[in-house]
C-alpha cells in the first residue's frame, strides 16, 4: 500500500474512534437542567371587603339590619295629615289636621312583671292600626317617613283598615270607650258671657258619658286577668282630665282607664 493512502486510512480510523468515544462520553456525563427565565410577577389585586346590603334608613342614616322594638315597644308609622276638611276647604301648613293614629310595622316580644316573672304579650300585631296617646312615644325618621316608638300602655284602641269606625274600633287592656257630649261653657248659668281668659280657666271637658266598648282587662302581677266592673251601655262618671278624646264618625269619644272611672249610673 502506497504512504498516501496508509495516511488516509489513519486519519479516518482516528476521526471514526474519536467520534465514539465521545458520543459515549456524553451519554455518561449528568444532564445539566436549563431553568426557563422567571414569569414576570404581576402586582396583587386585594379586593375590598363586601359591603352589607343596606336594610333602611334611620334619621337620614343607612342601617344594615332590621330595626327591632324591644320589650313591649312597638313600630308605628304616622298616619298622613288629613289636608282637606269634611266640607272639602283645602287645608295648608298648621291649618292640617293630625292625627294621633299610625300603622304598625313591627313589636317586640312584650313584658315580664319582674316580681313574678309573668309574661304580658303584646296586644297588637303588624299591620294593625292604632290611635295612641298624644304625648307619648319618641319620633323618629325611618326610611323617609315619620314613625313613633310606643309602648303597649300608650296605645287606647286598635283597628283594622285605614279609617278608624266605631264598629271596627277596639279597645286594649283595662280601657274603657266612651261616648261623651261636648259643651259650651262660655256662658255662666245666670246666662252672663264669660270672657274667653275665664272660659279657659274652667274644665270644658266632658267627665260622664255612654259606655260603648270595654277592654278585656288588665293582667295581674300573678298572670290573672282582673275583671272590669263596667259594661256596654253603662253611664259613667270619671276623674277631670283623665281620658283621651278621640273622634269616630264626626263624634266625640274619650278612652278612659278603668282606675279613672269614679261611678257608673
Do not use: W
Not at 500500500?1 to 482516528?14: D, K, L
Not at 474512534?17 to 389585586?45: D, E, L, M, W
Not at 262660655?186 to 275665664?198: E, F, P, T
Amino acid at each position: 500500500m502506497r504512504p498516501v493512502a496508509h495516511a488516509a486510512a489513519f486519519v479516518v480510523a482516528y476521526c471514526t474512534v474519536g467520534a465514539s468515544a465521545f458520543v459515549a462520553q456524553s451519554s455518561s456525563a449528568p444532564a445539566i437542567a436549563v431553568s426557563s427565565p422567571p414569569a414576570a410577577s404581576s402586582p396583587t389585586r386585594r379586593l375590598a371587603p363586601l359591603r352589607e346590603a343596606v336594610v333602611a334608613t334611620l334619621d337620614g342614616k343607612d342601617i344594615e339590619n332590621e330595626f327591632t322594638p324591644i320589650n313591649n315597644y312597638m313600630l308605628v308609622k304616622v298616619a298622613e295629615a288629613k289636608e282637606q276638611s269634611d266640607g272639602g276647604i283645602i287645608l295648608t301648613g298648621k291649618q292640617k289636621l293630625t292625627k294621633s293614629e299610625g300603622k304598625v310595622v313591627s313589636v317586640g316580644p312584650g313584658r315580664i312583671y319582674e316580681d313574678s316573672g309573668v309574661y304580658i304579650p303584646m296586644p297588637v300585631k303588624a299591620g294593625e292600626s292604632v290611635v295612641y296617646s298624644k304625648y307619648g312615644g319618641t319620633e323618629l325618621d325611618y326610611n323617609g317617613k315619620k314613625h313613633l316608638l310606643i309602648s303597649d300602655i300608650d296605645v287606647m284602641c286598635k283597628f283594622q283598615g285605614d279609617e278608624l269606625t266605631l264598629e271596627g274600633a277596639d279597645v286594649i287592656y283595662d280601657n274603657v270607650l266612651v261616648r261623651v257630649e261636648e259643651k259650651n261653657e262660655d256662658a255662666s248659668v245666670g246666662g252672663i258671657l264669660l270672657a274667653k281668659s275665664s272660659a279657659k280657666t274652667r274644665s270644658t271637658k266632658p267627665t260622664t258619658g255612654e259606655v260603648v266598648k270595654v277592654g278585656p282587662g288588665r293582667t295581674a302581677i300573678n298572670g290573672e286577668l282582673m275583671e272590669m266592673d263596667v259594661e256596654v251601655g253603662d253611664f259613667i262618671k270619671f276623674r277631670d282630665f283623665s281620658g283621651e278624646k278621640i273622634e269616630i264618625d264626626d263624634k266625640s269619644y274619650s278612652v278612659v282607664r278603668m282606675n279613672d272611672i269614679l261611678a257608673k249610673f
